[in-house]
């Protein structure tokens, strides 16, 4: 693996770390002060005990998360100005304005502008301890950019092209211009199975769990936390 390859990889590790660290960070900690924190962050009991029951998360994981979450957004939601900030931290080499505008949109569920708690906590349960089918949904509706149930080329290039940006010095210019359409134009091929022009979510899942690459990184947080 080439150093520039390396180093792409190391920031996108450091991203996964920063989230995982909200997560597991304070479980290493046992002082007092530590306790008293912990007994007045309380996300509202009843509202905790129903994201336990929907999340892959603990009552005590969710307690530290909360935490996490609170200490960078205070307000208790980020817009997506606040998620790009954070984002562009981990990929200082490239522009990741654009993708981590469609990753906010994917964390935004009920799109109303602002990402809760709730939405967060599903998202990330999602990505770090869901199946292989629920990480291909979730992935399925982040390139799924205008939410009508199909994946166009252009949402794929869309998206493709914000990886590129986002990688920067990683892949310019090192690939040629084209370089994220002919990619879409290889993989948008293999999808769209019956060559209408959209990609279903059978599809896209079908073609996905084909995909020896596209199965590994689907199992990149399994064994994590």
Not at 62 to 81: D, H, T
Not at 148 to 173: F, N, Q, R, S, V
Request: aromatic share 12%.
């Amino acid at each position: 693996m080439s150093g520039c390859r390396k180093r792409c990889k190391r920031e996108i590790m450091k991203f996964a770390q920063y989230l995982l660290r909200l997560i597991t960070g304070s479980l290493h900690t046992d002082t007092v002060e530590d306790e008293m924190e912990m007994a007045t962050v309380r996300h509202r009991p009843e509202a905790l005990e129903l994201l336990e029951a929907q999340s892959k998360f603990t009552k005590k994981e969710l307690q530290i998360l909360y935490r996490g979450f609170k200490n960078e957004c205070p307000s208790g939601v980020f817009n997506e100005k606040t998620f790009k900030e954070i984002y562009s931290q981990f990929f200082p080499q490239g522009d990741s304005t654009t993708y981590a505008h469609f990753l906010f949109n994917a964390f935004d569920t009920d799109h109303n502008g602002s990402v809760s708690f709730e939405d967060f906590v599903m998202g990330l349960s999602i990505l770090l301890r869901g199946t292989v089918q629920e990480k291909l949904n979730w992935a399925f509706n982040l390139y799924d950019i205008n939410k009508d149930g199909y994946i166009t080329k252009e949402e794929m290039l869309d998206i493709m092209k914000a990886i590129y940006d986002m990688m920067g010095k990683c892949t310019y210019p090192v690939l040629k211009e084209d370089a994220p359409r002919q990619h879409v134009e290889t993989f948008f091929q293999k999808m769209d199975k019956n060559k209408d022009g959209v990609v279903t979510i059978d599809e896209f899942i079908e073609s996905c769990q084909k995909d020896e690459n596209i199965m590994r990184s689907m199992q990149l947080f399994e064994n994590v936390i």
